[in-house]
């Protein structure tokens, strides 16, 4: 970038348009930071994928830069990417001591732990990368220890807000860091980077201790036992269920390998207090009275290999859901979610259970760890910034977040909405938007083997909408004549009405095609047959199977 | 039957545990009549497919019994699966003077409507079908002219309730019978079989007026141009909005296929005012002052193919979304549809338009067709039945239904939640649910040309998760001796590390598994490849692709 001087510069490898992959970097002279390395799950229509990471391949080109990756908090659309990402870059990666525990995890799996640098921060930290200096400031959220961070450039101050929302009455002490917010704001801000996942919702987003006074509630009316399902990383919710436990006289069992995973965690780091006569292991649980028990589990998504979804099912070799027991969903279905859950539900009322799910306006078991509205324009307006990107979210939600800045002072002209991979360029204190870097999807298979091409996704579409006829005749070396006659096989492709006439009639116009041929011209039959047969079976059936040509040369 | 002697047989061939392709039967001795005949959507996991409807075996081994198909109103899940009924059986259709329109507009496309019998019906009509008498009475829906049936049976009076609301102050007279409905329930009925739909939701359901309301004041406050999208089948909405142009003096332009099908059957049949002034042409719409036009269009739910999608990425050849135009959903997302919906209100807000979008609750451009838990409570109070069945609704909805049911009196063991297939017989005024008819999904292919069968989906499912490979290898006719080396080619299969190689290597267990056969047996050959050459890929590559030998006799 030398042509261009020294410049500062900011982009999105992933999370714009889109809540998921989220990873932003900063860049000036020859000192790069990278922010948060995510994934995304992929949905039913990329078939066969199981998660996307962000295309590095600017990273990659300019690895000579890295400093670093810094981490704001432990959500997998945060971390999900890591061990992919270190597999193939590895930097040093900045964290605090709660989302180190949960990247630690992540990297055993993958087995590369002990070759990956981890260094553990917290919100007073301050990390020298060369042109940039970076501070933290603490943020709520729906995990623990996040951070939202200030990147001090030659350019100006940057901050990104990592994910937040604004609770003055959190659990175990979540405090956002407000005084000191309020400080940064004052001192100037040249850039703010927030998030925007609620830009949608007006209002205040309420606060976590409205779940633990409706879950105590429940506890207490609970008859049988209660099966509670939330997502492992709030562990401030996790916190709220233990009280509820301490109140109702009940034990804790865990199910869910995520969520042993996490709680273990985050006890073992000083994020969770649950007393050790409390725990019971999942295999106890039908020895207690059902009225002295809480399981705590993964599957509030819906999750079909999850512990509830297992449980609805009555597949849980340990824990039974008996008539009278109460299942409570901590948590709201992500939008895309709601069939799965709802095919739990429908399973749990069949098992005799009472199902307290829905609406979190109406059961009150759920809240938001985004800010809405009031909390989005709060950040904007302690940060003052001259410039804004709203990030993490979908188009609409950046939309209405620039609406917002716009209405508490940010200027006109002064809010960028980018795609992944859109430079914001700042010099001599103004910001433009003119170039892009390379950014995209990278796909990774079952189990994160192997990265999957855009060819094998096209391919598996037509495959599994239309299914495949594979075409096989054998013809002779010498003169390409043709040795027998044409078969034709089908897998996945259908066509009732006189399906075997249909397969008589293409091996007759393969015969057609490859017959005029007077060599052995393998690929020139191959292409013949793609568009003679390609041709007839369209006409005759309306479909577009795929068609695979196999020519044997004899 | 006749080992039962005459008995009363209450079952569902579709509409229990889902929303979609609903169909009932009643039966009496040699009488049988069914109650509509809908279908569902397939989702994304059924690969290819289109349409699901219900697998009519049962009609077809007792079709001398029919004697009718009775339809309640004309929505797709009531009246989506008669085309294809009525190419394998071709029974007389009875149903309401709009719902016939829009079942012709249905058999007009599938060149069936000249064979068709269509009798016109309304609620003081009475059908005589031997054991079983028919008569009606008016409920209020979401679309025109729907019935709520009485059947008379000698076994006494059951009340099928069709899809309702209780709407107090509809638009265009679409009046709920509530004088009817006490009658009946003051006459005694045996048997209730009512709709679940909303059962989750407490409260009543909003009137339709409210939408209007709504509708008038965007209508007012927009500057520009106003594209608004709604069910085509939602007539008195349409009414509504035409009043709004009314007051806003706007023009109407209609926009989409169904739109402008259902508009013309609404107004030929009368139950649609709209002045001839008032309507204009799509291709003059920018000719006029873009505050003097209102658009109606198809495609509030997202649908990639409809009217409102082409509008959002402004692939319409007439219609242009302009800056400060207004876009109104008047439509919630239904479950599952929220995706779609959200990528074009994301489009919508980049061609800079006002897009009005989002929970009903917030923007009252909504309101539901199926009644909440009051009006639920109402209908079972009004008909005061002995014994109740809930239908149309996933489990959770249905056993919902039954707890109102029995708050409102219905006895303890007097409800049955059924599925489809599950008889209710009724002897001697007793009620008991013990067998099972044949009851399942029948998969449609694009464009209804086929029907797709459990094989086919389950090898496009195999294909479109993990592809194929095929392998070719050609031996001798006379002793099976190998002639060409394997050939192995893969489609949508991948396995990045060292690819070939393993291509390769599957070529060599190719040769080791056939080499040893004496003879041609080309069927044992087939079947040691696939073993083979599937244990080996999978302990390679942790894979299951579908593996497809093809062995070339030569």
């Known amino acids: 970038m030398s042509e261009r001087g020294s410049l500062l510069s900011v982009f999105a490898l992933g999370g714009i348009n889109e809540i998921g992959k989220n990873m932003y970097v900063i860049e000036y002279g020859d000192d790069l930071v990278i922010i948060d390395c995510g994934a995304k799950f992929a949905d039913q229509s990329l078939l066969g994928i199981d998660l996307i990471i962000p295309d590095i391949s600017y990273l990659h080109e300019n690895k000579h830069k890295i400093r670093g990756l810094v981490v704001t908090h432990g959500h997998e659309d945060h971390i999900g990417g890591i061990p992919y990402f270190l597999k193939k870059l590895n930097v040093p990666v900045y964290a605090t001591r709660f989302t180190l525990g949960l990247i630690e995890l992540k990297l055993k799996e993958h087995k590369i732990l002990r070759e990956s640098t981890l260094i553990e921060i917290n919100s007073n930290s301050t990390l020298d990368f060369g042109n940039i200096q970076v501070s933290f400031f603490r943020t709520s959220h729906s995990i623990p220890d996040c951070l939202g961070i200030l990147f001090d450039t030659p350019e100006g101050k940057i901050v990104h807000t990592g994910d937040f929302k604004f609770d003055l009455t959190p659990v175990n002490d979540q405090y956002s860091d407000i005084h000191k917010m309020a400080k940064i704001g004052e001192d100037g801000i040249l850039l703010l980077i927030s998030e925007s996942t609620n830009a949608e919702r007006p209002g205040s987003t309420p606060s976590e201790k409205e779940v633990g006074k409706h879950i105590e509630e429940a506890f207490y009316s609970a008859t049988g036992k209660v099966i509670i399902s939330t997502f492992a990383s709030n562990v401030n919710r996790v916190q709220q269920i233990v009280e509820a436990c301490k109140k109702t006289n009940r034990k804790l069992a865990l199910l869910g390998r995520s969520m042993v995973n996490v709680v273990s965690v985050a006890r073992q780091r000083g ?37 509830l979804s297992r449980l609805s099912t009555n597949s849980n070799r340990d824990v039974k859901v008996l008539q009278n027991d109460t299942v409570i969903f901590a948590a709201s279905p992500i939008p895309g979610n709601e069939k799965d859950v709802s095919k739990i539900v429908d399973n749990l009322f069949q098992l005799g259970a009472n199902v307290i799910y829905g609406s979190s306006t109406i059961t009150g078991m759920h809240v938001s760890g985004h800010g809405y509205q009031e909390d989005l324009k709060w950040m904007i307006s302690l940060m003052k910034p001259k410039y804004f990107i709203p990030i ?29 991979g859109d430079v914001v360029d700042v010099q001599h204190g103004e910001a433009r938007q003119t170039r892009k870097v390379t950014a995209g999807d990278t796909y990774v298979d079952n189990a994160g083997a192997d990265e999957v091409g855009d060819i094998v996704l096209r391919d598996r579409k037509q495959l599994s909408e239309e299914g495949m006829l594979v075409i096989v005749v054998s013809i002779s070396k010498e003169n390409g004549n043709r040795i027998s006659d044409p078969d034709s096989i089908s897998r996945g492709f259908v066509y009732a009405k006189n399906s075997e006439e249909l397969l008589t009639n293409i091996n007759e116009v393969v015969k057609r095609t490859i017959d005029p041929f007077k060599d052995a011209n393998i690929m020139g039959m191959k292409r013949a047959i793609k568009k003679e047969v390609g041709t007839f079976v369209f006409e005759q059936t309306n479909k577009k199977p795929m068609i695979l040509p196999i020519i044997i040369a004899i």
């Open 271 to 307: 994020y969770l207090d649950i007393p050790d006569w409390m725990l019971v292991d999942a295999r106890d649980v039908r020895q207690l009275p059902p009225e002295r028990v809480v399981v705590l589990c993964t599957g509030s998504q819906g999750e079909p290999l999850a512990a």
């Open 392 to 420: 993490h979210g979908e188009y609409r939600m950046l939309h209405l977040h620039k609406k917002l800045a716009e209405a508490v002072g940010v200027e006109k002209g002064h809010t960028f909405i980018i795609r992944n």
